[in-house]
């Protein structure tokens, strides 16, 4: 055995088993594509209209926002905002909806959308957090320009994903990378605020910060947060210490066992993964708003086509 192979089996450990039903998942896939010609949801218009309406100041909605929502499911698909004109009109002479919107119509209710994930109905097990970037192709060299080079067209987007359903349960954009444990400590109060209980939480080196753990401790949610290979154990946050003391007492190795550290995976890049392979990792928005409301989408089009083929 080369020295390369001992290292690759020390790295990834035994041979993973797939498990998975694969005559299921590929029914899942398949479905997917059935939302974008699924008009169900045009029997409502009258009614999802007047919901809107109801109190609303100044011109009234003409269009429901579950048009805007398969609009922006298209857009996300790469279809410029023009073509998606084209398609709402022969939707509409097709009978299929009752009327079409311009494409400046289109593009001010895409950014407009409201693109936050509903809460989870249920107790959360374990989420975890990471960060990831979108490149900015055509407002790139404006975002350097007015934030320095450091910016290098990326978009910042951090979500905190559920490991079981591998889906992203919250996520927060930024134009400039922030903290990635400041942002999941503001996730995860608005997790809490909601009422879900949340048992574990955890994430790569990067959510290694006092305040973060403070935020944990606060709330007893058990920690599965990476530290450093040189972290000390003497901070002025207790849980903090124990995990650091933990993990050196026992090992990188079974450490990451005990606290299902593995599941990270599933629960943050398996989801920008897929995110990215469906959509792309390109933003075509040039302004700021743009930018922000098209990462937004996302991720957002992302969990709404994933629930669809799961039906």
Not at 120 to 145: C, H, K, M, T, W
Not at 194 to 221: A, C, P, T, Y
Not at 227 to 244: G, I
């Amino acid at each position: 055995m080369t020295d390369l192979s001992k290292k690759e089996n020390k790295r990834w450990g035994k041979k993973f088993i797939d498990e998975r039903d694969w005559r299921e998942y590929n029914e899942q896939l398949v479905k997917r594509g059935e939302l974008i010609l699924d008009f169900d949801w045009v029997k409502h218009w009258d009614d999802e209209l007047i919901e809107m309406n109801r109190n609303k100041i100044g011109h009234p909605y003409v269009f429901p926002n579950s048009l805007i929502r398969l609009q922006t499911i298209l857009h996300n698909k790469t279809i410029p905002v023009r073509m998606i004109e084209g398609i709402t009109r022969q939707l509409c002479f097709m009978a299929q909806i009752p009327d079409y919107n311009d494409y400046s119509t289109i593009n001010r209710r895409i950014n407009q959308l409201d693109y936050r994930l509903e809460v989870p109905d249920r107790n959360l097990v374990a989420i975890f957090g990471d960060g990831s970037g979108f490149q900015a192709i055509n407002g790139g060299e404006y975002l350097r320009e007015k934030y320095g080079k450091k910016n290098r067209r990326w978009i910042q987007v951090i979500i905190l994903g559920d490991p079981k359903t591998k889906e992203p349960v919250s996520f927060e954009v930024n134009l400039i990378p922030a903290s990635e444990a400041e942002s999941a400590k503001r996730q995860l109060q608005g997790i809490l605020d909601q009422k879900v209980e949340v048992e574990r939480f955890g994430g790569d080196g990067s959510f290694d910060e006092i305040d973060l753990w403070k935020k944990l401790e606060s709330n007893d949610i058990q920690p599965a947060i990476k530290p450093d290979s040189n972290a000390r154990d003497d901070s002025e946050c207790k849980m903090r210490n124990n995990n650091v003391r933990e993990r050196n007492t026992i090992g990188y190795e079974e450490w990451a066992r005990r606290h299902d550290y593995g599941k990270r995976w599933p629960a943050t890049e398996g989801i920008f993964s897929a995110v990215k392979r469906m959509f792309g990792e390109h933003l075509a928005a040039k302004s700021e708003v743009g930018l922000v409301q098209e990462a937004k989408s996302k991720v957002w089009a992302y969990r709404i086509i994933k629930r669809y083929g799961e039906v």
